[in-house]
């Protein structure tokens, strides 16, 4: 079985504040990690893959095997990255392309 | 500029009534998910499809949900009888999966169904 934990349901910073959301999964084979966003009034939409190792919109996620962990992390939050974000695992095998999402986390970045 | 399309946006009814929710996949993409959103449990998988044949709904409660894709264009997700702890935004998000050696494909989200069960 696939699972997906995000601890944090909340979590508030200051404008030029460090943030890191939390992500840990859980599943016995190779996954492929994702983190989507839902800003206010807009769809659930793909911000960064793993197996691109590419930033976006200055956030950055490693992929940790070791610690089962995928957090994201920005250096200086801005407050236009006050969002939903999803942390999400697909699977492979006959499971392939089966997409788990964690519980989500609400950012919030005040002035 | 392809979307996911979903209707109804907003649908209040009565516990014990059937409702169903729609969904139109963008065309060419083969995989197509259902989701249940609440603040508790976050994105709870439901039903996900490919190439219109069920491939999970083992997040479903079978007694009462059902999911179907009668056509490539269309995807649909039914509850009956409905009740209060279903209310919920159900999400349909479509992709281009190819299994063994491709990479999960981007998804692409509806805009959501908020259903309210009174």
């Known amino acids: 079985a696939q699972r997906v934990t995000q601890p944090e349901k909340l979590l508030s910073v200051f404008k030029g504040a460090p943030v890191e959301l939390k992500c840990n999964y859980s599943?016995?084979?190779?996954?492929?990690l994702f983190w989507y966003v839902q800003y206010s009034r807009q769809r659930l939409q793909l911000l960064l893959r793993h197996i691109s190792r590419e930033s976006i919109k200055g956030f950055t996620a490693d992929l940790n095997k070791g610690e089962t962990s995928f957090h994201l992390k920005k250096p200086f939050a801005q407050e236009e990255d006050s969002a939903m974000y999803y942390c999400a695992l697909s699977a492979g095998g006959t499971s392939y392309g089966k997409l788990t999402f964690g519980q989500g986390t609400i950012l919030t970045v005040h002035p | 500029d392809a979307r996911v399309t979903q209707t109804p946006r907003h649908k209040v009814t009565e516990m014990g009534q059937e409702v169903t929710m729609r969904c139109q996949p963008i065309?060419?993409?083969?995989?197509v998910f259902w989701y249940r959103q609440t603040m508790m449990q976050g994105l709870e998988l439901l039903a996900y499809?490919?190439?219109?044949?069920?491939?999970?709904d083992s997040g479903m409660p079978k007694d009462r949900f059902s999911a179907e894709m009668p056509d490539a264009t269309l995807a649909t997700l039914k509850i009956q009888p409905s009740e209060p702890r279903d209310s919920a935004v159900y999400f349909c998000a479509s992709g281009f999966m190819n299994p063994p050696r491709g990479n999960t494909g981007e998804l692409f989200f509806g805009e959501g169904s908020r259903l309210t069960v009174l």
């Open positions: 499809f490919r190439n219109r044949a069920p491939l999970d």
């Open positions: 065309l060419g993409h083969n995989t």
């Open positions: 599943y016995s084979g190779s996954p492929e």
